[in-house]
């Protein structure tokens, strides 16, 4: 399960929509009724989730206008144990409406009248319209009275006579809250409120706009649902229970807390993380509940030994080795990128002098007003075919931009860095759009972000430029199925900063040899703040490790298809959490684990628990830490407090060292 603060961050949110919406605090049941009262069949809508729906045990959805609602949820790393799956509703406060139809003004509604459920157009006059009101496209609306249902509408202005608007509302179509107490559906006459034109109402629960009223007749036949005012909610699970990992329809239905499909409704797997937060139970009463019940998750002591086919990492690296030989590897210093070709007996030098000439002329100038002297690059990528070829990543800033966020952009060079050049951007792409490199023993591969994507609801796009000639020439490619083992790789990495909201990027999965690729719903991309690793083995097929997920390690026996999480034994002492491992993880030739950070810890192939690598050097870089790299028969890392910039010094550690 998530932590208490994590799951506070999201209540937050949810009281501060409910604070907009007016919503009354209000408990559906008496207090001590309970829970699952058997009631008349309700109109439950049975929706399915895909694999991409479910990313968390906990969210937050809007209930349908005839109370029915619908979440998918993925089961936390919980111990096994019978939890509660919940439907809680927020708080917030009611209305004060302004004066109501000031002569002059008017509101009329288009049918009256009608049965549960019928779409209505309202059509008002504002007499004191002005340009500035216009601009508000959105207001407040009642049924019945402001501190019953509240909701959103949207506002559309006519052009042609000042004042004028329509909106729609949505008559409800099933029973509501009106202040502590559930109103059964029946016909009626009820107040339809407009309650602030066009001010937003203020922190109060007052408001300086003009408030309109008129009234719709409620035809229908009346309702059974809700009429002793019981507990009248249900709430179901598909499936009612399963491992960490496993993706949970969750179907129900509740009296409305909210007009127009504006109520909001928090649905979680409640487990211990409830415990420390303070008026929870208060603040986000609760509607109806199930029971969910957590199997035990397969455990890494149960899986076969395996061993690395490929490994791709996340992120921009700042040691680049050849694809074709472990021996020559690169890494970004302080101003300069430094080359070995012995395997770190003797380096050589490579100047970064020529990047700024070359980013002159382009919108990302180099080094910007905010980017640290002396000039260090990001990440750097090798030629396996050209020695004299280097590719290197850095940020930047748009030109005439205001403050960061920073870009990734690329450069290459084909001569050790006495000149450089921008990396050619394809045509449906922007230079600040870069993704990272892709290297492999045939040549190098650029991948960029496309513009082109327009449907949010869709993966986003990427292209792909490759060079087979050192640099000298560009065509568009597909990504390369990696050398040995099942066809894997990773999209390219995003721009949304890990101080904000993460940077990752996505899984990518071929099965017809890279011709085409495609992300799996869930597991669907791995995060690039801190390393994380796409292994494909000889045995269990492709793994997925992520260090600060909630499933650090995930499993896929089909290719991609469908993936388990596996449980991984607590570390010893309180140096983690689940979600929060204290450095990289990566998968070692041998097949064991290895978490690198303040201190070491190695995970054998069968093993129960941890163990502490002894004499290991501790790697850390504050909230992040640097992640090792196996290069031939040791382990490297840029030391980030070995200087003023990221990079100055590469550290290393012997293999035949890592053992407890």
Known sequence: MKTWKTQLAGAVLIALMALVLGLEATHLSHPGAPVD?????????????????????????????????????????????????????????????????????????APSSGPPGTVVTVRGYLKTTTAESRTHDSALICWAACDALVGFVRIDWSTTQIGRFTAQLTVPAAPWFAGTRVVPLRPGQYSVIIPCLPAVEKPSGHCDGIGLETHFDLTATSSSLCRDETTCALLEASPQSGPPGTLVAVNGWAPLIGLNGTGLVEVAIEGQQFAGMPRYAEEFPLMVSTLFRVTDAPTWAGLPAMHPLSIQRTGMDPIGVDPGNPRR????????????????????????????AASGPTNYPIPGSLTANPLTCTSVALDSRYPGTLYAVFSAVPRNSGPPPFYFVAYVTRNSGRTWQPVPVPAKSEMGRF?????????????????????????????????????????????????????????????????AVGEWQAIEISTDGGRSWSSPGWPGRLSACATSELVGTTSVGVIALEPRSEYPLVLSSDGGSSWQAIGLPSLLGADAEAGNLPGSLQLLPDGRLLVAGNRWYLLGPGAAAWCAVAGAPPISDGEWSASSRLISDRLYWSDPTAGAAVGVTLRSFPISAVHC
């Not at 994507?453 to 990427?462: E, L, N, Y």
């Open 435 to 499: 993704g990272g490199f892709r290297g492999s023993p045939s040549g190098v591969q650029a991948l960029f972000w496309s513009q082109t994507t327009t449907d949010s609801s869709q993966p986003p796009q990427f292209l792909v430029e490759q060079t087979t000639d050192g640099g000298r020439s560009w065509q568009a490619a597909s990504l390369r199925c990696p050398v040995s083992g099942p066809c894997i790789g990773l999209g390219p990495q995003d721009n949304g900063r890990c101080m």
């Open 37 to 109: 009262t058997k009631i008349t069949p309700v109109p439950i809508a049975h929706h399915s989730c895909s694999q991409a729906d479910g990313i968390r045990d906990y969210t937050s959805v809007t209930q349908a206008p005839d109370g029915s609602l619908s979440a998918c949820l993925r089961v936390g790393s919980a111990a096994a144990g019978t939890y509660k799956l919940t439907a809680r509703k927020s708080t917030g406060k009611g209305f004060s409406p302004a004066g109501i139809n000031p002569p002059g003004n008017s509101i009329s509604l």
């Open 329 to 356: 590897f690169a890494y970004c210093g302080n101003g300069a990128i430094k080359v070995t070709t012995n395997a770190g007996s003797t380096w050589s030098t490579i100047s970064l002098a020529g990047v700024r």
